[in-house]
């Protein structure tokens, strides 16, 4: 399963629909999420692909401390 936190809204989103598996790199995640969201790769540019032990993806925005 993808999570993905983008523009304060939350979605889970099957590998499979994105067109990903474990091995695709994050900035290729990145590019097959910009194209589900219909939006350009740019916007998800900040954006960490955190990959969890349960195989789960969290797709979120860089976290700014201070």
Wanted: proline share 3%; net charge neutral.
């Amino acid at each position: 399963m993808v999570h993905v936190r983008f523009e304060g809204r939350s979605f889970d989103i099957a590998e499979a629909k994105l067109g990903i598996t474990s091995s695709t790199s994050s900035t290729a995640v990145k590019e097959r999420l910009g194209q589900y969201l219909e939006v350009a790769q740019e916007r998800l540019r900040d954006y960490v692909v955190d990959r969890r032990p349960s195989g789960d993806v969290i797709i979120r925005p860089e976290a700014v401390y201070g």
